[in-house]
């Protein structure tokens, strides 16, 4: 049985990956920083990926990696010319912080050593075209620019670590 780890696990799409990995018959971890997960049939960690040391104290106890979804994302919906400094650091730190803390522990701990793994990294069609404001009027989920930078960052992050992790048989 392979095993995945998902981070974002209590999101929408989380909940969308585990369900499909579950019918797949992975042993699925799920990350997330709920309190509790409302999915049965997984290995529940309350985790704060921005949070170097909460991914590694969870990771401890694992044995095995074979896929790292990281799907964990977030966004703000605030108009643009009132984004706080506090919003800016929220996004950044959970979708590129956070993403690459994961990547660089699974890869450490487990897809290294192993010679084998597979990253997948969600990203968003934002981080390659901008929202058309016309779709949101003056509606409060608009798609914000801070959102499309960072999956842009993912989308780059993704290519740059496909090449630099070749060399150990880890796809992403």
């Known amino acids: ?3 995945a780890l998902i981070t974002g696990s209590e999101g929408q799409l ?3 990956f585990i369900k499909r990995l579950l019918a797949l018959n992975y042993r699925v971890i799920a990350f997330d920083i709920a309190e509790v997960s ?3 049939g997984v290995d ?9 040391k909460e991914i ?3 990771l401890d106890g694992i044995d095995t990696i074979d896929v790292l979804i990281n799907n964990a994302g977030v966004s703000v919906f605030s108009p643009f010319e009132d984004r706080t400094e506090e919003e800016l650091d929220y996004v950044i730190n959970v979708n590129i912080k956070g993403t690459l803390f994961m990547i660089q522990t699974v890869y450490q701990q487990f897809f290294k050593p192993q010679k084998k793994g597979c990253i997948v990294n969600i ?3 934002y981080g390659v075209v901008s929202g058309d404001m016309r779709l ?9 620019e801070i959102y499309g930078a ?12 496909s090449a630099y992790m070749a060399p150990h048989n880890v796809r992403v």
Do not use: H, W
């Open 38 to 40: 409302t999915t049965s």
């Open 44 to 52: 529940y960690f309350k985790v704060d990926i921005t949070q170097y």
């Open 14 to 16: 989380g909940q969308c």
């Open 1 to 3: 049985m392979k095993t």
């Open 56 to 58: 590694k104290l969870a």
């Open 150 to 161: 960072t999956k842009a960052a993912i989308i780059n992050a993704t290519k740059y670590f």
């Open 123 to 125: 990203g968003s069609i």
């Open 136 to 144: 949101y009027n003056e509606g409060d989920r608009r798609t914000p």
